[in-house]
């Protein structure tokens, strides 16, 4: 773009901005070292939902990407467990760029100099018109440091140029401000207003744990100040404290440090520091803060709630996904212990303490604010999706749910009866959230489910059918070896490095030859394995009772390698040929095997 083109784009936006804004909304400005909007002081204690703008984590058999766009039921989750919580302010992650080297696809929002992608905007449309719905204000990295999502480094790549010129080389900075003019100048197209006069927008941050020179930073707030003179300017100089040269500028609004464990560091002391050097200069808020135990975490939040500082955004929370469930993603920071959090908390996150942490997020949300924490509301209704097979009973939950009660009736006018009081959605990543292995053959069932939380239980949610199978199901999920007949020695239940086998939280290790076994009550017709290999050519051998199987090639299912380094997905099948074995055994080839879900199929065995 040439320097006329920015020059109108800055003239076009400064005349287009009519803020139509309520007296209880508005704008955050800065008032002395103090952030304020139309209705006071602006404090918060909240999170980073690195998911709205684009979803990593959509993983599923089958599914060619984990990445794809989030939906409107996914936005309103995300910006309702925030509001439940007591958090007013969400930070997403980056305006993404095309990265030759990534798995991303068309899933970026910057595909070269000057050229972006209009699906992409248009999710964050979307994504901006569920916060302004929710009341929940959205902070916006317009780079990133790293290459994850595609940032700085790409910026100078498109030019031919190695990285460090995104801080120097005019023709690259250029090409980033076109970006910037391309974001600050657009209108949305979801609710019609212009991304400068809208309010869901709590400010613009030049980019995410930047390695800036002043010079840059000053040249880059200046420009987003032209643009959009509306919204704060957040300086993304966050890793290696409070920039002093941020400080001094003009140009910059905001100042804020991320914190994380490492040989050495005291969090608290870190976040105190930071508050002090900014304390009376510049507001300033605490942009990332994860991966210790909760006292640390109660020692930073308290500190930034008894000082000046606005606030605080802890890492990370992961909403809804539309096909049930959470979405997930493990960190590998400290020995892989963490994962992202997710409203209201629950027994799978017992190793980080998701429970407790959110108890207390929700009482010191409210209190900065000068509120009382209310009692969480009873549930909305959830919403069962489709399903012919009762192995397979998904849905869509509440928010602030904990728990739910699945219900089962021959009709879709009942009678109901209880198949689970406590069925769950957050102890399955990617794979159907309940197995209904009591249902009975030949028959048509239909399902409806109720969120419950300590305040009550909604209405059940509207009932789908008819699901039926002509045979007995087993379903084992491996979160254990309870259901295994007969494991070799050294056959395991493996939990780390979750991310590599698309986020399952548990799958048995075969090594090379090993086994285990199966026994139902009656007649095997089928065997089905989902698993996870080092390579494609992982072979099974399914043999049934007493006669024995090769082993057999798996079923690609899905992308390997990429930035995780993600392991081969592989389905497996065997039918049974007239056998009446009432026991299988699975047998890893000359490769090691990860299984992750074992489903078979059986004739009920006759009476007496």
Same mark, same amino acid.
């Given at each position: ?5 920015? !020059? ?284 210790v135990p909760l006292t640390e975490i109660r020692g930073v939040v308290e500190r930034v709630r008894e000082s000046a500082a606005a606030g605080v955004l802890l890492w990370s929370l992961r909403f809804r996904s539309r096909d049930g469930g959470f979405y997930w ?41 000068? !509120? ?32 739910y009660v699945l219900e089962r009736a021959p009709t879709d006018a009942g009678p109901w009866q209880v198949v689970a009081a406590n069925a769950r959605e957050d ?182």
């Amino acid at each position: 773009m040439s320097r006329l083109y920015w !020059l109108g784009a800055v003239v076009v936006a400064a005349v287009s901005v009519q803020p139509c804004l309520s007296a209880e909304w508005g704008f955050v400005r800065c008032d002395g070292t103090t952030l304020r909007d139309d209705a006071g002081p602006v404090r918060f204690v909240s999170f980073n939902v690195p998911n709205l703008l684009i979803i990593e984590d959509a993983f599923g058999w089958g599914r060619a990407s984990p990445w794809r766009w989030p939906d409107d039921f996914e936005l309103t989750d995300a910006f309702r467990a925030l509001r439940q919580m007591g958090g007013t302010v969400a930070r997403s992650y980056v305006i993404t760029v095309r990265r030759d080297d990534s798995d991303m696809g068309p899933f970026v929002h910057v595909t070269g100099p000057g050229e972006f992608n209009e699906e992409a905007f248009v999710a964050m449309d979307r994504m901006l018109a569920a916060a302004a719905r929710e009341r929940v204000r959205v902070i916006v990295p317009l780079v990133d440091n790293w290459k994850w999502q595609g940032g700085a480094p790409q910026y100078a790549g498109f030019r031919g140029k190695p990285p460090e010129a995104f801080w120097t080389d005019r023709q690259v900075i250029d090409d980033f401000k076109r970006t910037i003019a391309h974001v600050l100048g657009r209108t949305n197209t979801v609710t019609g207003m212009a991304y400068a006069a809208d309010p869901a927008i709590f400010g613009w941050e030049t980019g995410n744990e930047l390695d800036a020179p002043a010079a840059w930073t000053r040249e880059i707030a200046r420009a987003i100040h032209e643009l959009d003179p509306n919204h704060l300017v957040i300086d993304g100089n966050s890793l290696h404290g409070v920039p002093e040269a941020s400080l001094a500028m003009t140009e910059v609004d905001v100042v804020t440090t991320h914190h994380y464990p490492g040989d050495g560091v005291d969090m608290t002391a870190d976040v105190a520091k930071a508050i002090a050097v900014a304390a009376g200069r510049k507001p300033f808020f605490v942009g990332e803060a994860g991966f210790v135990p909760l006292t640390e975490i109660r020692g930073v939040v308290e500190r930034v709630r008894e000082s000046a500082a606005a606030g605080v955004l802890l890492w990370s929370l992961r909403f809804r996904s539309r096909d049930g469930g959470f979405y997930w993603h493990s960190e590998p920071a400290c020995q892989g212990r963490y994962k992202a959090f997710h409203w209201p908390g629950f027994p799978s996150g017992d190793a980080y303490e998701e429970q407790p942490l959110f108890t207390f997020v929700h009482d010191r949300a409210h209190r900065i604010r000068g !509120l009382v924490p209310p009692r969480a509301p009873v549930p909305e209704t959830p919403s069962m999706l489709p399903t012919s097979d009762p192995a397979a009973i998904s849905w869509r939950g509440s928010v602030g749910a904990t728990r739910y009660v699945l219900e089962r009736a021959p009709t879709d006018a009942g009678p109901w009866q209880v198949v689970a009081a406590n069925a769950r959605e957050d102890h399955r990543q990617y794979r159907p959230l309940f197995a209904d292995e009591s249902a009975e053959p030949e028959r048509p069932w239909w399902y409806r489910v109720a969120a419950v939380n300590a305040s009550g239980t909604s209405a059940a949610s509207q009932p789908v059918g008819p699901a039926r199978s002509s045979l007995r199901i087993l379903v084992d999920e491996l979160d254990d070896l309870s259901r295994v007949a007969d494991p070799s020695p050294g056959v395991e239940i493996v939990t780390a490095n979750a991310r590599a086998a698309q986020e399952d939280a548990s799958r048995a290790l075969l090594k090379a030859g090993s086994r285990i076994a199966y026994r139902v009550g009656g007649p095997i017709a089928s065997v089905h394995v989902h698993a996870f290999a080092n390579e494609p050519g992982a072979t099974l051998a399914v043999s049934l009772g007493s006669a024995t199987a090769g082993p057999t090639p798996g079923r690609r299912s899905g992308e390997a390698g990429g930035d995780y380094g993600y392991l081969v997905p592989l389905e497996f099948d065997a039918r049974a040929d007239g056998t009446e074995a009432d026991g299988v055994t699975l047998t890893a080839g000359d490769r090691p095997l990860q299984m992750s879900r074992v489903e078979i199929r059986y004739h009920q065995a006759p009476g007496p």
